[in-house]
């Protein structure tokens, strides 16, 4: 009779016969089996361990570390390369003060960098340029300040180029400084917020919102909101009605979404209010995830009037009492006019107890009436908002 050691010498999916001559050996009487247990008359491989859910857990943690390692060292890495760039900047604005190198010290300094160390690019004529010109910009007040120093070391240096090249002075640098930081704004999307001016704009609406929320809720959204909003992205009609701007800005989510800034989600068009059995439609319905509380927008392609507020306040008064959870922040509303009367938008809005903005839209392009019929299909516009969010 044959053994278990000559059992074990097998590979038990060959040897049928034998396991039906004796049912009894089989695999779940063999521990060690390397095909695993016997179920419903045939063998069973051992579960994969990438389905194994410690495993799997373990996994996940480690690759999450491993990610937060090489953020931290790329971030150590800029900020050590930056450094040493506001140095360089210095010792090349001295040398070129106080030493007699002549013109010419400047691209010969590269020549000889760039031979020494041919890996790095730093050490271009134009990136030493860049050097000395972002040294200079931010030298005379902040030199003393390595609290602002430090500030520079924390964005790429792409993005501090583009900020000396575009900035007119240290206040603006320092808000772009400053809102890169706080945003994690890829180097294009600063480029447009810098074109599109949100220096000027950021925080510029008239609203209620000191005598409506508490402090410091008061002063961040305040801060949230602009004016005017720029709807450059637009491609609308010179006489366009709400209608209009409201499927536009729907259709551009992304990018209305971008100029609205960050924080906001976008929840829905027409958002449907049943009130006391009526029905009810708010233009655009969003949710500000750092402020937490819902934010109503409604549009107007004409001049702000006083009964605009009313009906936003009954909006904002709405969404507390349907939508709003205990856990959300009291509702905002921003109404976006074509254009106000700053003073008139302040008595409507002085005895309003719900919080709500007022601002402006531009749109420096509009497109000429007899053009119309030459705007972007449904499933252009579609296929153009797929490719954006891929």
Avoid at 160 to 167: Q, R
């Amino acid at each position: 009779m044959m053994n278990r050691r000559a059992i074990l010498s097998y590979p038990c999916e060959t040897k049928n016969n034998f396991w039906n001559q004796s049912p009894a050996m089989n695999c779940q009487a063999i521990p060690s089996c390397p095909y695993g247990t016997k179920i419903g008359g045939e063998p069973r491989m051992n579960q994969p361990l990438t389905k194994n859910k410690d495993y799997s857990a373990w996994l996940k943690e480690l690759k999450n570390n491993i990610r937060r390692v090489q953020i931290k060292a790329a971030v150590r890495i800029n900020s050590e390369l930056l450094q040493f760039y506001w140095n360089l900047g210095q010792d090349i604005v001295d040398r070129q003060k106080n030493a007699n190198w002549g013109a010419g010290f400047l691209k010969q300094f590269s020549i000889d960098m760039s031979s020494e160390f041919p890996d790095m690019k730093g050490f271009s004529l134009t990136n030493l340029k860049y050097v000395r010109q972002w040294y200079l910009f931010y030298s005379q007040k902040i030199e003393k300040s390595q609290q602002a120093v430090d500030q520079l070391t924390q964005i790429p240096w792409g993005h501090n180029i583009a900020i000396v090249s575009k900035c007119k002075n240290l206040d603006e640098a320092l808000f772009y400084v400053q809102k890169t930081i706080q945003n994690s704004w890829a180097r294009s999307v600063l480029i447009h917020q810098i074109e599109s001016d949100l220096f000027r704009r950021a925080g510029q609406a008239i609203t209620n919102f000191k005598a409506t929320l508490p402090s410091p809720q008061s002063d961040l959204a305040r801060e949230t909101l602009k004016d005017p909003y720029n709807f450059d992205f637009l491609t609308l009609t010179e006489k366009h009605d709400e209608k209009e701007l409201e499927n536009a800005l729907v259709k551009h989510v992304t990018k209305f979404l971008l100029e609205l800034g960050a924080g906001f989600s976008y929840i829905g068009q027409q958002y449907r209010l049943e009130v006391g059995g009526d029905e009810f439609f708010i233009d655009l319905l969003f949710y500000h995830i750092k402020l937490h509380c819902y934010v109503v927008i409604e549009l107007k392609s004409v001049k702000f009037r006083p009964e605009f507020a009313g009906k936003l306040n009954f909006y904002v008064s709405a969404v507390d009492g349907i939508l709003k959870s205990e856990q959300d922040n009291a509702t905002l509303g921003i109404l976006i006019c074509k254009s106000k009367n700053d003073t008139v938008v302040e008595y409507a809005l002085r005895d309003i107890r719900k919080p709500i903005g007022v601002s402006e839209y531009i749109i420096t392009k509009n497109l000429p009436d007899e053009f119309k019929s030459s705007l972007p299909s449904i499933e252009e516009i579609e296929a153009e908002l797929n490719g954006n969010e891929k």
